[in-house]
T-cell receptor, first 114, second 114 residues
Framework: AQSVTQLGSHVSVSEGALVLLRCNYS??????LFWYVQYPNQGLQLLLK??????LVKGINGFEAEFKKSETSFHLTKPSAHMSDAAEYFC????????????FGTGTRLLVSP | SAVISQKPSRDICQRGTSLTIQCQVD?????MFWYRQQPGQSLTLIAT?????????ESGFVIDKFPISRPNLTFSTLTVSNMSPEDSSIYLC???????????FGSGTRLTVV
């Protein structure tokens, strides 16, 4: 079975500071990994995805994530936070063969202060 | 990627009644997924809907409570039956994109049961 653990239900940063949101996964088969963002009262938007190509994945809005198999991690980073980055972020995993059900982590709320 | 139109966007319903949520996709897709996001929590898969067959429900979800229709390759409905306040959640439909494209989500239906 696959699972995702997101460390920290809330992360607070100052505007301009580094953003680091942590995600560790568990999967018995090679995984596909995703980061989604959810702004207040909206649906989910795909930020980036890892699908067994390059381990460093660049996404939208300046975010990137690095797949580290040895650490079973897929942490999301952004060099400089903007106020508009304040949202809920979800890490998700699916298997890359057969039926691809998404399993989500519990989410991390990013708070950005001026 | 696919564009999903989901409606209603929100509703307030009386307990004991039912609500049907519609999800329309702008392209043909094999699988459609229905998720529930309870207040302050992550997304949980309710069921997977394939056209022409019965939906497959996840553990803890049953067809009598959440009947799903999938009449064609671009449309699906989820009904929340005999509602109680515990059903107050955001319900989202999702489709898998083309290979390696990730999943696209509808904007969600925010349901409040009073």
């Amino acid at each position: 079975a696959q699972s995702v653990t997101q460390l920290g239900s809330h992360v607070s940063v100052s505007e301009g500071a580094l953003v680091l949101l942590r995600c560790n996964y568990s999967s018995s088969v090679p995984p596909y990994l995703f980061w989604y963002v959810q702004y207040p009262n909206q649906g989910l938007q795909l930020l980036l995805k890892y699908t067994s190509a390059a381990t460093l994945v660049k996404g939208i809005n300046g975010f990137e994530a690095e797949f580290k198999k040895s650490e079973t991690s897929f942490h999301l980073t952004k060099p400089s936070a903007h106020m508009s980055d304040a949202a809920e972020y979800f890490c998700a995993v699916s298997q890359n063969t057969g039926f691809q059900k998404l399993v989500f982590g519990t989410g991390t709320r990013l708070l950005v202060s001026p | 990627s696919a564009v999903i139109s989901q409606k209603p966007s929100r509703d307030i319903c009386q307990r004991g009644t039912s609500l049907t949520i519609q999800c329309q996709v702008d392209s043909q897709v094999t699988m459609m997924f229905w998720y529930r996001q309870q207040p302050g929590q992550s997304l949980t898969l309710i069921a997977t809907a394939n056209q022409g067959s019965e939906a497959t429900y996840e553990s803890g979800f049953v067809i009598d409570k959440f009947p799903i229709s999938r009449p064609n390759l671009t449309f699906s409905t989820l009904t929340v039956s005999n509602m109680s306040p515990e059903d107050s959640s955001i319900y989202l439909c999702s489709v898998e994109g083309a290979r390696l494209d990730g999943y696209t989500f509808g904007s969600g239906t925010r349901l409040t049961v009073v």
